[in-house]
């Protein structure tokens, strides 16, 4: 059975160094914190809206997040969603205060019925792809995004990557595949701590998103491939506000191609997708390989070890959007004559900051780039605070924070790296 697959390439090569910058504006930062009301627990991708628009963030792997909005605008609301949580809304009084905002778990107690209108598990999900052309966006719409890359050995950062895009998202019913421009990057990598051996993805910003489903559904149910799986019913929860059904779904006992096994959580109302979480069956490993590792040393292992994604969805005024997702890429390296195995894992997420609908004769900004991208091969560095200026980013870890500031500290000792900013 022939069935498609993600198109993310891991690349495993001898290093090589790049560098560049850009400019710089003033805008208020707003910085916060999302947790659990009860247990304290921090939680993570929740969604973070500036009330009455559509400029959003995500929390990350800490709980933490930060978004930005004009010096002269009236101070604002947020609104704050979390799955398995009620919606909040918190009004900002001082934005030099750091939010601490405590969500409230979600009771759900879904009607048996709802469950036993369908035939089966699969016959729900065939649903939310034919009722796609009715539940998501068929008009063009321009979306601002910001993408990190980061790339670890073991816990250490040794790559960071981020860049602010802007998306030409193609409607949901069309053929046409999606567009991205850079608009803003950064770059930069220790290869001290990758021991001469770079992993580079192939793909950049498109890696994360591809992993929109309802966009791309032949990544991983196509027509072929749907027969392939089995579709159950799982718990129920609340997202944005609304009840959900989750399907799990992982690949027959008997199919040897490498499939996914997952979760799609799905409205009882309008049978929207609103969320899902995936993952790859690694037990063909040869398989996996061929997938996925482009190019290595001949006398290099490498072993996948976890490859997982996420993919969130957003509404407004019934018509639902990508909003985010994430790669997460793991694989052992084993190269000759050494004891140990080194492990190192790629991460990739995209997070839709603003969005409009883009009238037809407008194009993008920036450069526009190919799916083949490979942001490690971009001449791209780090350089002064204010970076980003306007535009809103995803609050970086503390590691990577300190990270960044290490790699700074490299950099301005670095003599070709100044020659660089000099020339630009």
Not at 342 to 356: F, G, K, N, Q, V
Request: charged letters at 30%; glycine letters at 4%; proline letters at 4%.
């Amino acid at each position: 059975m022939k069935t498609s697959i993600l198109p993310h390439r891991l690349l495993l090569i001898l290093c090589v160094f790049p560098i560049t910058l850009i400019a710089q504006t003033k805008f208020i930062n707003l910085e916060g914190s999302v947790k659990d009301k009860d247990s304290k627990d921090i939680l993570i991708g929740a969604t973070i809206t500036i009330e009455n628009t559509n400029t959003s963030t995500i929390t990350n792997s800490e709980g933490d997040f930060v978004i930005k909005f004009p010096e002269q605008a009236t101070l604002p609301s947020l609104m704050v969603k979390a799955v398995g949580y009620k919606d909040l809304i918190i009004d900002v009084i001082d934005p030099s205060e750091k939010l601490k905002i405590k969500m409230t778990p979600s009771e759900i107690s879904l009607n048996e019925v709802e469950v036993i209108a369908y035939k089966s598990a699969q016959d729900l999900v065939s649903k939310v792809f034919d009722k796609k052309r009715i539940n998501y966006s068929q008009e063009k719409v321009k979306m601002m995004a910001f993408y990190r890359e980061t790339i670890k050995s073991r816990r250490k950062n040794a790559s960071l990557a981020e860049a602010v895009v802007s998306i030409e998202k193609q409607p949901y019913s069309s053929n046409k595949d999606d567009k991205v421009s850079l608009i803003k990057s950064r770059k930069d990598t220790d290869y001290s701590k990758l021991d001469t051996i770079t992993l580079k993805l192939q793909g950049g910003p498109f890696s994360t998103l591809y992993v929109d489903l309802m966009k791309y559904p032949e990544y991983i149910f196509t027509p072929e491939a749907m027969g392939a799986y089995d579709f159950s019913f799982n718990n129920t929860t609340n997202l944005n506000g609304r009840d959900v059904l989750i399907v799990a779904f992982k690949p027959n006992p008997n199919v040897i191609t490498p499939l996914y096994k997952g979760e799609l959580f799905i409205s009882t109302d309008d049978l929207a997708l609103q969320k899902a979480t995936f993952s790859l069956d690694l037990k063909n490993s040869s398989e996996v390989n061929k997938m996925f590792v482009k190019k290595k040393p001949s006398d290099v292992r490498v072993k996948a070890r976890d490859i997982s994604y996420i993919v969130d969805y957003r509404e407004k005024d019934g018509k639902w959007y990508y909003g985010y997702s994430k790669a997460n890429l793991s694989f052992e390296v084993k190269k000759p004559r050494k004891l140990f195995k080194s492990i190192y894992t790629l991460s990739c997420e995209m997070a839709i900051t603003d969005w409009r609908i883009l009238p037809n004769e407008e194009l993008l900004k920036g450069r526009v780039i190919k799916p083949s991208i490979i942001m490690a091969n971009e001449r791209i560095g780090f350089k002064d605070p204010d970076f980003w200026g306007e535009f809103n980013v995803i609050e970086p870890e503390k590691s990577i924070e300190t990270a960044i500031k290490k790699i700074q500290r490299k950099l301005e000792k670095d003599d070709d790296f100044r020659a660089s900013l000099s020339s630009n």
